[in-house]
């Protein structure tokens, strides 16, 4: 092990200073030290030590004191890298310059006058480097929250009033709006003295009446009269005066700088967020975001202790929302239920991404299932999106970006609802609408929300929903709200039986015959009941040719890897072969099949003498060693009723070596752009994860070409079978961990839920 400054030895192993994390042994010590973490604090600890070096501590200077008056002041000493200027109050300025020698010069010197004001300046002070991580949510913090919102909610007297009560400890307060109204106002006036004309316009669940308690704050740069008065500007066959426009106003250095016509989005964000930088007091961190799938400027505020995005591209956000606003003032029940079925959501861990993007389920997505259930119910208790169409006057139509966004303005244009029903009774509705809802053809497909849909609704039924407790117990959404556990608890707080780690690792593959290709549809459609060991044939087929090809996954035995998984410490690590209950395959109960002997073919095998074998053998398979060929499952001969017929079904066993799930998108974008390819010029560019097969091989090929010295990351097994009858054919994939020494499993499978099904149809389609 090198020795290194930033690592000390502790009782336990070693201690990182710099990234404040402890590490058990030498080997851990060298990995971290030369891991991207470690590697980026040290740059950015070199380039700010390097800024304190070159910079100088300014003061004297007046409040309307411009940096670019210090910059001309300051360069007849060198070249000037930035000036930081103080927002609050104006009276100091940090000097950065090019080169450390001319921050000696600078300092030599013992006298500075500019326009006629003394300036004083000393070295800037360095301070410690310190590293602020980003807080992880408080396990304690909210399970208080949780006791103190449920004592409220169980002096409540009715379902109904719990509900709005629950609206109330959780929807934005009076002073968290007027506090956003203020910063709006305020960024309003910056910004027209750089940008005339400009307008900022919040959007999102600041106003759409869903905000929570520090919840974000989107805003919307609108520069469409910002263009228009530039254009004006230069093309005035009279102008008033130089660099003034006809109406009187000047137009500033930084719109002079900038054609708002042909500037890029990039250009146009590098600006405001200088604009955001350097005049706007209270915001700090601010970041520009060329790149990302929306581009903004990313800012937080000190005092409101909020975080905000900017864009300059989102009409069709602004649209919706007031779609939303609409639909909250055409009835007062979908607030109350929306923010109970998100909370619940939460609680259940099905919803709730804390650092961002991620696997769950974010407040966007289930208010607008909510509001499907409620177009739903007869009668409706929302109009649809064609009946609200319909209601518009032409004075209201509206088109933005290829999409019909028609609707009333005003709520009295709408016919009220002739539903009656109360809150208390649209929940347990909702519960029970989505416990049986047709999740196959979605983008939602984890089983976990329609179990937790199930149990919901059957609490719902229940006296403990329905009533009040008169001795005192926990009622109502209190028992709904219980939070789920590892071992699977669910609604009210009760144990369910063997699925709690279980369910997040079960994939499903639904058969759809209209994604094959004729030939196949035809071949299919004459081998009557047999077509489902035909169909989950070329699944298997596609399925191996994904992990193997595509993601480059390589064989393995599970024998390798024995005992690796400590099962009693690792939450993700899930038996997926244990017993379960048996599903109905094909009308009649059908445990899993078991394992091939090593020996077996490829093919699906059929226990059953003189039964056909299915078209797909072992020669259609892809290539691998005859040691680590792919076991498949058989079920074992069992004692049956008359014409059972056992479900076809296959197991792998897989090592990856790379992170092959993470960036592809970012790698996909630049693949694309190498090519010349811009975001809607093909169908490549637009097609999702999973969509592209040949791009994706490429997307592969390009992560693991960086990682020339490749490890094991993660190695699992994949067991699948044919469930559902005629009507419902579908295969489950379940995944087992084996080997997850650095927790990367769960990032894993959570990338494989959408990529793998995308990715298997299109190659069935082929």
Not at 266 to 290: D, M, N, S, T
Not at 721 to 730: A, K, L, Y
């Amino acid at each position: 092990m090198e020795a290194h400054t930033d690592i000390q030895t502790t009782q336990k192993g070693f201690r990182c200073t710099l990234c404040d994390v402890n590490l058990p042994n030498e080997p851990t010590v060298d990995a971290h030290v030369k891991g991207r973490k470690h590697q980026n604090l040290f740059r950015l600890r070199e380039t700010r030590k390097r800024q304190v070096q070159n910079s100088v501590f300014v003061s004297g200077i007046k409040p309307n004191t411009l940096s670019t008056q210090l910059i001309e002041y300051f360069e007849q000493f060198g070249p000037v890298q930035d000036v930081i200027m103080d927002k609050e109050k104006g009276s100091y300025a940090i000097v950065e310059f090019e080169e450390q020698a001319s921050t000696a010069a600078a300092l030599h010197r013992t006298e500075h006058v500019m326009n006629g004001l003394k300036l004083r300046i000393k070295p800037r002070e360095s301070k410690e480097f310190k590293v602020v991580l980003k807080k992880k949510q408080d396990g304690k913090n909210s399970q208080v929250n949780l006791d103190a919102l449920s004592q409220e909610l169980c002096r409540a007297a009715s379902v109904n009033e719990q509900m709005l009560r629950v609206v109330e400890s959780f929807q934005l307060n009076e002073n968290e709006r007027n506090g956003r109204e203020l910063l709006v106002k305020l960024l309003q006036e910056v910004f027209m003295e750089f940008l005339p004309d400009c307008e900022i316009v919040p959007f999102g669940s600041t106003v759409n009446t869903f905000g929570v308690h520090s919840c974000d704050m989107d805003l919307f740069l609108d520069l469409e009269k910002t263009r228009t008065f530039q254009a004006r500007s230069k093309t005035a066959s009279e102008p008033t005066g130089e660099g003034q426009s006809e109406d009187g106003r000047s137009e500033d250095s930084i719109l002079s700088d900038i054609d708002l016509t042909t500037a890029t989005p990039a250009e146009v964000l590098e600006l405001v967020a200088a604009v955001l930088r350097k005049c706007v007091p209270g915001v700090h961190k601010v970041q520009a975001l060329p790149t990302a799938r929306l581009p903004v400027v990313k800012f937080s505020h000190r005092n409101l202790n909020l975080h905000g995005d900017i864009s300059i591209k989102n009409r069709l956000a602004l649209r919706n929302t007031r779609f939303l606003q609409l639909c909250s003032e055409l009835d007062s029940r979908l607030r109350p239920l929306v923010f109970t079925v998100r909370f619940w959501a939460k609680q259940k861990q099905l919803a709730g991404n804390p650092f961002g993007g991620g696997p769950l389920l974010n407040n966007y997505a289930l208010t607008l299932m909510v509001m499907f259930f409620l177009q739903n119910r007869d009668p409706p208790v929302l109009p649809s999106v064609d009946q609200l169409k319909n209601m518009a006057c032409e004075e209201e139509e509206c088109v933005i970006e290829g999409w019909d966004c028609t609707f009333p303005s005003q709520p009295i244009a709408v016919p009220p609802s002739k539903n009656t029903e109360d809150l208390c009774t649209l929940l347990a509705a909702f519960f029970s609408f989505y416990a049986t809802f047709d999740f196959s053809a979605s983008v939602l497909r984890d089983k976990s929300f329609q179990r937790e849909c199930a149990d919901a609704e059957k609490y719902c039924r229940s006296l403990q929903y329905q009533r009040k407790s008169s001795k005192g117990k926990s009622w109502g959404l209190v028992r709904l709200f219980a939070p789920s556990c590892p071992t699977g608890a669910g609604a009210g707080g009760r144990q369910g039986q063997g699925e709690g780690k279980e369910r997040h690792l079960e994939l499903s593959l639904p058969f759809r015959l209209a994604a094959l290709p004729d030939a196949v549809q035809r071949r299919l459609g004459t081998a009557g009941e047999r077509f489902r060991e035909q169909w989950f044939a070329m699944v298997r087929l596609a399925v191996e040719t994904v992990f193997q090809e595509v993601l480059g996954c390589s064989p393995a035995q599970e024998e390798e890897f024995e005992g690796q998984m400590d099962t009693s410490t690792s939450s993700d690590a899930v038996a997926m072969d244990t017993a379960k209950e048996p599903e109905e395959v094909g009308g009649h109960d059908q445990t899993e099949g078991v394992a091939a002997p090593s020996g077996s073919s490829g093919g699906v095998v059929s226990p059953q003498a003189g039964q056909k074998r299915p078209f797909a053998s072992a020669e259609t398979s892809p290539v691998s060693p005859q040691e680590k060929r792919q076991k498949l499952c058989a079920a074992e001969d069992e004692e049956e009723d008359e014409g059972a017929e056992p479900a076809p079904s296959a197991s792998w066993c897989w090592l990856q070596r790379h992170p092959v799930w993470a960036g592809r998108r970012k790698v996909r974008r630049d693949l694309l752009k190498a090519r010349g390819v811009t975001g809607g010029g093909s169908a490549e560019a637009s097609q999702p994860d999973g969509g592209g097969v040949e791009m994706e091989l490429q997307v592969t090929r390009h992560i693991t070409a960086k990682e020339p010295d490749p490890h094991d990351l993660v190695a699992f097994k994949v067991g699948a079978q044919v469930v559902g009858g005629s009507e419902n054919t579908r295969a489950v994939l379940r995944f087992t961990p084996l080997c997850d020494q650095k927790g990367h499993f769960q990032d894993f499978f959570h990338f494989l839920e959408i990529f793998l099904p995308k990715t298997t149809e299109a190659f069935l389609g082929k």
